[in-house]
């Protein structure tokens, strides 16, 4: 069966760079149409898309974000890695890896890590 | 980024018929996906296309879409229902995608 699993530090200082591996089985990325995000929760309120990577590795990202953020891949690993520069309080939330092909909804989620910043 | 307008909060009496929006700028020509969040838990997709049902989702949760609003209904309310749901779309190039703000379902 499909299932994905964040994982990462629980605990990042003020100005320090985030870095988080979401690990995959059950599917492959190299699947057409086939894609990864990275979709973050602040506590309390909504979801927020922050960056995509697929099959032939294009990547998009939140507009937003995008001076921060960038999502990598390890296919062999059937791994996908987010890296959040010049982390802040306001950042924290917990960070979901979820899976989609183009325009399908996410049908497989995560369970999510919570990420604390804090100094 | 294209913006999604839900609702903060929706209460509704067991029973009865819950209606959540989706509000977005002529949102009718695009997909919209709902999904359903209890606490502490990971999003689940209950609406997807507009109107279809993933397999195993009740059959009182249905999906319209047209002009500037979608609407996820939610017919014969149980307590089970409250959670928080969140609408999403495709950007049309496929390079970007929104959620809504999330709408907090109250089961009185």
């Known amino acids: 069966q499909v299932t994905l699993r964040e994982s990462g530090p629980a605990l990042v200082k003020p100005t320090q760079t985030l870095t988080l591996t979401c690990a995959f089985s059950g599917f492959s990325i190299s699947t057409s149409g086939m894609c990864v995000s990275w979709i973050r929760q602040p506590p309390g309120k909504a979801l927020e898309w922050l960056a995509l990577?697929?099959?032939?590795?294009?990547?998009y990202y939140n507009t937003i974000l995008k001076t921060r953020v960038t999502v990598s891949k390890d296919t062999s690993k059937n791994q996908v890695v987010l890296t959040m520069t010049n982390m802040d309080t306001v950042d924290t939330g917990t960070y979901y890896c979820a899976r989609a092909t183009y325009g399908s909804p996410y049908d497989h989620w995560g369970q999510g890590t919570l990420v604390t910043v804090s100094s | 980024s294209y913006v999604l307008t839900q609702p903060p909060s929706v209460s509704v009496a067991p029973g009865k018929t819950a209606r959540i929006t989706c509000g977005g700028n002529?949102?009718?020509?695009?997909?919209v996906h709902w999904y359903q969040q209890k606490p502490g838990q990971a999003p689940v997709v209950i609406i997807h296309y507009d109107s279809d049902r993933p397999s195993g989702i009740p059959e009182r949760f249905s999906g319209s879409n047209s002009g500037n609003t979608a609407t996820l209904t939610i017919s014969r309310v149980e307590a089970g229902d409250e959670a928080d749901y969140y609408c999403q779309v495709w950007d049309s190039t496929n390079d970007h995608q929104d959620f809504g703000g999330g709408t907090k379902l109250t089961v009185l």
């Open positions: 990577i697929d099959r032939d590795d294009n990547r």
């Open positions: 002529n949102i009718g020509v695009k997909s």
